[in-house]
């Protein structure tokens, strides 16, 4: 048994439900007064992107996310493909080499995946 | 690798496929004679929850995989947010303080994660 | 911390562009410089049975990903529920006892679960 509580939420869909979805989770879990976490993760990429830019319909929830101390990613290889950058993004989200691997580093270090 | 095999599905999707989807995985790994399991969980969540309900269409087969020995598990988060209580799950499904709280612990403590 | 990076993804849905994106994220994990992968798996079941099948849209991309030592099987459960057997399977997937089971049986041995 593991003694740390990290877990990340992976944000990948492109309906506007799934993504609240995954929003509201994350929200529940830094909430959640019957687990004391050491970290909460999401790892937007794909069409999950959206809400985690600047011009994104969420963008002030993610905002809200980062200001409570959860770290928030975004996969490089989908801003390329997206054509935005860096600056595109809500600040204080962390561009990460691919979505893919950065999810295979975190449940490798303890993290729990839950996928929305 | 670990001593124990145990898994945890996650029911969280609200179309009928995917909920017949999510039980018959969860009747496949009972049925499955290549491995021994410790322990299988489902956890029902958001529009997950129906299944997990008297009134749910699919009542019988979770009725069945609780008889079974299947750990099934509601989010009070979802209860709250439908107006639920207790009183309206299926005999025998617990109910958990946030469905990623459980997911959460649940991993720590060894169990796969599997999202039909 | 584990010192192995081994992944599966979970291919499970009908819809063409989830298949894509699925195939597309294994290939980019083949393709991420910043992390040594040590196996990269495919479980194709249900639905995501299509693209390892040999009549299937995509079985090109699953026939480069099995060149590139990219392990992939097919939940024989699947194959029994689509009146299919092995020899309709793209060369080189491997099949499994149930989809669910052998999800189980990697992610014990220390494999990240990623479902697209």
């Given at each position: 048994m593991l003694e740390d509580n990290k877990t990340v939420f992976h944000l990948i869909g492109g309906s506007a439900d799934e993504q609240d979805l995954a929003l509201t989770l994350a929200e529940n879990l830094t909430e959640d007064d019957s687990i004391e976490m050491d970290d909460i993760a999401v790892l937007a990429q794909a069409e999950g992107i959206d809400p985690v830019t600047?011009?994104?319909?969420?963008s002030d929830r993610v905002r809200a996310l980062v200001e409570d101390g959860v770290s928030v990613k975004a996969c490089s290889n989908t801003l390329a493909m997206f054509d935005l950058d860096e600056s595109d993004l809500v600040d204080g989200v962390e561009t990460v080499s691919s979505g893919v691997g950065e999810l295979t580093r975190l449940q490798n270090d303890g993290y729990a995946y839950i996928r929305p």
């Open positions: 600047k011009e994104g319909d969420e």
